[in-house]
């Protein structure tokens, strides 16, 4: 059972245009939902992470937008560089026991420049 | 240190053959995480350690995985008789304590399986 769906698992984006990555989430118990950004060879990066408190969080052009009662939340990035090219990667975890996070499958970014 | 440091980079091992790999976390982080990232298949959950104890084994796929972490520091996790489907990039995850969500991943190990 995939607990975190993501998709597209592929986007190709002009330079400057805006990227948007979607996922969604059957676990009630998440109350923590991070993006990580990963390029090849390198571990992922932690981007950017929302609590179910908010809506929206926003960190220069990364922004989340969070819809709890549709259980869904997407990452938007506005202006895509070429240097935003990478593998994307949400995720959601929750306060109880491990605190492990579940991952979606990825999602390959490709800007164009 | 200032990262997460994991070695070897790049492992390749005979089908059947042991193989170990360790994980250095950053100094401090009492948490710590492997997980197993196969190619299109995102990042899945292996094992958790709190200090030097592993509460949460469930994400070990079979009983020819095993983990130790010592001193609240460095750990290993240990394939035995290894399969081709073992082949993938394992990576290790730590964050300061309980409550702190800031994972820092290593640049993983590459293992394949020939």
């Not at chain 1, 869904?72 to 593998?87: E, K, N, R, V, Y």
């Not at chain 2, 997460?4 to 950053?26: A, F, W």
């Amino acid at each position: 059972q995939q607990q975190v769906k993501q998709s597209p698992q592929s986007l190709i984006v002009q330079k400057g245009g805006i990227s948007i990555i979607n996922c969604a989430y059957e676990n009630t118990a998440f109350d923590y939902f991070p993006w990580y950004q990963q390029f090849p060879g390198k571990g992922p990066a932690l981007l950017i992470a929302i609590r179910p408190d908010v809506s929206e969080k926003k960190e220069g052009r990364f922004t989340i937008s969070f819809n709890k009662s549709a259980k869904q939340f997407s990452l938007h990035i506005m202006d895509s560089q070429p240097g935003d090219s990478a593998t994307y990667f949400c995720a959601a975890s929750s306060t109880d026991g491990s605190e492990k996070l579940v991952f979606g499958k990825g999602t390959k970014l490709t800007v164009n420049p | 240190g200032a990262g997460v440091s994991q070695s070897p980079s790049n492992k390749v091992t005979e089908k059947g053959k042991d193989v170990e790999l360790r994980c250095d976390p950053i100094s401090g982080h009492t948490a710590l995480y492997w997980y197993r990232q196969s190619l299109g298949q995102g990042l899945e959950f292996l094992i958790y350690f709190q200090g030097n104890s592993a509460p949460d084994k469930s994400g070990l796929p079979s009983d020819r995985f095993s983990a130790e972490r010592t001193g609240g520091s460095v750990s290993t996790l240990t394939i035995q008789r290894t399969q081709q489907e073992d082949s993938a990039v394992y990576l290790c995850a730590s964050r300061p304590d309980r409550g702190n969500y800031g994972y820092t991943f290593g640049s993983g190990t590459r293992l394949t399986v020939v």
